[in-house]
């Protein structure tokens, strides 16, 4: 199973995105686990996730994260500002498994 977490500001905003994440790997059949938390819960709930993405809104954060994150040996980045605004579901997931693959 491959656990992808996305952070934002209140954990909320993502909500949307994660579904349709969900849509679209569903339809590439694949066995994942998608959440959102917010800023806050994020650097205790990547200990369970493959890889990390940050809400455009919070990419402030991403130096902080990216500490916590090379310690546990995941990937991270900011998610696409023009996918998150269209909640392209399936580009965030191409997004999520390239990170991995580079890993």
């Given at each position: 199973?491959t656990?992808?977490?996305?952070?934002?500001?209140?954990?909320?905003?993502?909500?949307?995105l994660?579904?349709?994440?969900?849509?679209?790997?569903?339809?590439?059949?694949?066995?994942?686990?998608?959440?959102?938390?917010?800023?806050?819960?994020?650097?205790?709930?990547?200990?369970?996730a493959?890889?990390?993405?940050?809400?455009?809104?919070?990419?402030?954060?991403?130096?902080?994260?990216?500490?916590?994150?090379?310690?546990?040996?995941?990937?991270?980045?900011?998610?696409?500002?023009?996918?998150?605004?269209?909640?392209?579901?399936?580009?965030?997931?191409?997004?999520?498994?390239?990170?991995?693959?580079?890993?």
């Amino acid at each position: 199973m491959t656990n992808i977490l996305l952070a934002c500001s209140a954990g909320m905003s993502t909500s949307l995105l994660v579904s349709k994440m969900e849509e679209a790997a569903e339809a590439k059949d694949m066995d994942v686990r998608i959440w959102a938390v917010a800023q806050d819960k994020a650097e205790t709930e990547m200990e369970q996730a493959d890889v990390l993405l940050i809400g455009p809104q919070m990419r402030f954060m991403k130096n902080k994260y990216s500490k916590a994150a090379e310690k546990i040996g995941i990937p991270l980045d900011v998610i696409d500002p023009v996918a998150y605004g269209r909640v392209d579901g399936e580009a965030v997931l191409n997004k999520a498994l390239e990170l991995m693959d580079q890993k």
